[in-house]
């Protein structure tokens, strides 16, 4: 049985020991570098990667803030028309006395029915919460108002949604 020669530099990379056949020889001379950094080509190719996952990912969220503002725009209408249900309840043969305008609900904040004027985020904007008197949803979009309210028979649209409650494309 042969002993591994002990070389003066052992660990470094540079002298190596045994080889499997148990002959004892040195390589000397070896430059192998023990490096624990990347490349440039493993950055390169994570980035490009990334770049990937970036382009699918984006659009993707870009779509889910539109459809955020319809949903949310969508809540705020369904507590509309409960708020003016349970008004219509407590006062028969009444409707709330909403004003035109810059988003007075009028007697269904003193009810205490909603606590802040809705909001109509899909169309956003200083309008968001004006109000107008109509007899119906709006047929084109548009960002003049947020809110639609019929004083006869108290029905409310969100300004820029059909007669089925859907978000016209802006």
Known sequence: ?????????????RVSGTSSKG?????????????????????LIVVVI????????????????AEAQRTATYDQLTKLRSAISVYQFRNPGSQPDVLAGDGTW???????????????FYIGGPNAKTI?????????????????????????WAASFDANDEAIPL
């Open 106 to 120: 009028g007697s269904m904040f003193t009810a205490e029915l909603i606590r802040t004027a809705p909001v109509n």
């Open 50 to 65: 990334l770049g990937i996952l970036a382009a699918i990912v984006v659009p993707q969220f870009a779509s889910a803030t």
């Open 132 to 156: 107008v008197h109509g007899t119906g949803p709006d047929t084109a979009s548009h960002q003049n108002y947020g809110w639609i309210y019929n004083p006869a028979t108290g029905d409310v």
């Open 1 to 13: 049985m042969t002993t591994p020669v002990a070389a003066p530099f052992a660990g470094c990379g």
């Open 23 to 43: 002959n004892n020889r040195m390589q000397v001379g070896s430059n192998k570098r023990f490096s624990r950094a990347f490349t440039l080509v493993e950055i």
